[in-house]
């Protein structure tokens, strides 16, 4: 763990973004219905949120449904829906107290109406909130938010710069994810923020997602500290900056 006197001395990053992989698989490890694999992926997920906010990251963003998701058996996405369902809004709820905003991004007209009305509810009540953002990808796909994008600038006759596209994204007025943490073995995006991870820094554990423990979060942010975030400039340009 973290010492509250340590924190100071680590480069906190302001957005995290996390793709929590391994469900499935831990809960096959054990001879257990993926079902209990998501559920025990939930529980982690909101302990995990509690700490980072904690430590002083004012915005994570989660990966917890891909549109690729979508062609996975009946049974497995009805069983999401129901975590939804009985879970969602408690522990939304139990998150956002703290002052952060709920943000549900990706096409959730692919969802359940009930399912939809759930998650449109839960970001109502943090409307208000301001400086902490939780984002939460449902249905989510990065090169389709891209088209949307671009599709949102066609139809407004309008040509774009970077910095104007960024606020036709989910995620505008948020600072870019400094850091992505991939659980479950994996290393490769998965279509998950493919414009705003432009300089994020990629940390691939191969710790399953229900046993990426907070310590494992310190790890990962431990390891982003001291990273050397050059943005194309030499080091020699960096230690000019400093001065």
């Excluded at 107290?97 to 096409?107: C, K, N, Y």
């Excluded at 208000?128 to 090169?143: D, F, H, M, P, Q």
């Excluded at 554990?205 to 400039?233: C, H, N, Q, T």
Aim: hydrophobic residues 35%; contains cysteine.
């Amino acid at each position: 763990m973290f010492e509250r006197k340590n924190t100071e001395a680590r480069r906190i990053p302001r957005h995290i973004a996390l793709i929590m992989d391994g469900n499935g698989r831990w809960a096959k490890k054990r001879m257990l219905p993926r079902s209990l694999g998501h559920k025990q992926g939930m529980e982690r997920m909101i302990g995990l949120l509690e700490h980072a906010f904690g430590l002083g990251v004012d915005y994570v963003t989660l990966f917890a449904l891909s549109t690729e998701n979508l062609q996975r058996p009946k049974e497995e996405l009805d069983g999401l829906y129901d975590l939804i369902r009985q879970h969602f809004a408690e522990s939304m709820e139990r998150i956002c107290s703290r002052g952060v905003r709920l943000r549900v991004i990706g096409d959730r007209t692919l969802l359940p109406k009930d399912v939809q009305e759930i998650l449109q509810d839960s970001e109502k009540k943090t409307l208000s909130y301001e400086g902490k953002g939780l984002n939460v990808a449902l249905c989510y796909g990065g090169r389709a938010e891209i088209v949307r994008a671009v599709n949102n600038a066609v139809k407004a006759g309008t040509s774009v710069t970077e910095e104007s596209f960024s606020k036709l994204l989910y995620t505008q007025g948020q600072p870019e994810p400094e850091l992505m943490i991939r659980t479950g073995k994996e290393s490769r995006l998965s279509n998950f923020l493919l414009y705003q991870a432009a300089y994020t820094e990629l940390y691939f554990s191969d710790k399953l997602f229900p046993d990426f423990s907070d310590e494992e979060l310190e790890r990962a942010i431990v390891w982003y500290s001291k990273r050397i975030r050059r943005f194309g400039k030499t080091d020699e340009q960096l230690e000019t900056e400093k001065k």
